[in-house]
T-cell receptor, first 115, second 116 residues
Framework: DADVTQTPRNRITKTGKRIMLECSQT?????MYWYRQDPGLGLRLIYY???????NKGEISDGYSVSRQAQAKFSLSLESAIPNQTALYFC??????????????FGPGTRLTVT | AQSVTQPDIHITVSEGASLELRCNYS??????LFWYVQSPGQGLQLLLK??????LVQGIKGFEAEFKRSQSSFNLRKPSVHWSDAAEYFC??????????????FGTGTRLTIIP
């Protein structure tokens, strides 16, 4: 089984709808991240969390919110989706206490289309 | 703030030929450096990483990268590519531990095509 899973893998939604993307991990890592990938732009950090009580904004947090329900679960919400939020979304985890380089482990991604 | 440049958007290489993908970074000190690969429809997989020690780093799938401080570069190499290496490759940089290294900054990626 995959260590970092994301649901759904694909989603089409309409402008103005609320949508939640979910991420679960079995790696036991404290840190979790949400990124979006757009063609030609690489990956950009939306939010990250050091533990259940710690949430931090990344470089492109506007229009998004997150919830860290447990150590293993980190959800990303779009309160009112707009077409320019169409992208590939990745969840990642890391554990700097066990890995000095703080390598991040990525889920398979969720492809979101907002029409 | 750190930044990463991958100057080649798309590279085409013949199967069996050698490969070098370029990565330049901007940061005031020695950062932590990573190369990730993304196969079609897949997530990102770490190929290799550098944070200290030997500047020539060996990774998975026969890849290696060399950290050159004087050139602010971390180029990825492979002596002989296989058709399965066709993918998108991302270079990423993070600040050293203790300086906020939870944030990975990615380059824009290089798409690798392999021809027979």
């Amino acid at each position: 089984d995959a260590d970092v899973t994301q649901t759904p893998r694909n989603r089409i939604t309409k402008t103005g709808k609320r949508i939640m993307l979910e991420c679960s991990q079995t790696k036991g890592h404290d840190r979790m991240y949400w990124y979006r990938q757009d063609p030609g732009l690489g990956l950009r950090l939306i939010y990250y969390s050091f533990d259940v009580k710690d949430i931090n904004k990344g470089e492109i947090s506007d229009g998004y919110s997150v919830s860290r329900q447990a150590q293993a679960k980190f959800s990303l919400s779009l309160e009112s989706a707009i077409p320019n939020q169409t992208a590939l979304y990745f969840c990642a985890t890391s554990d700097p206490l066990r890995d000095r380089a703080n390598e991040q482990y990525f889920g398979p991604g969720t492809r979101l289309t907002v029409t | 703030a750190q930044s990463v440049t991958q100057p080649d958007i798309h590279i085409t290489v013949s199967e069996g030929a050698s490969l070098e993908l370029r990565c330049n970074y901007s940061y005031g000190a020695t950062p932590y450096l990573f190369w990730y690969v993304q196969s079609p429809g897949q997530g990102l997989q770490l190929l290799l990483k550098y944070f200290s020690g030997d500047t020539l780093v060996q990774g998975i799938k026969g890849f290696e990268a060399e950290f050159k401080r004087s050139q602010s570069s971390f180029n990825l190499r492979k002596p002989s590519v296989h058709w399965s290496d066709a993918a998108e490759y991302f270079c990423a940089v993070a600040k050293p531990r203790g300086f906020g290294n939870e944030k990975l900054t990615f380059g824009t990626g290089t798409r690798l095509t392999i021809i027979p």
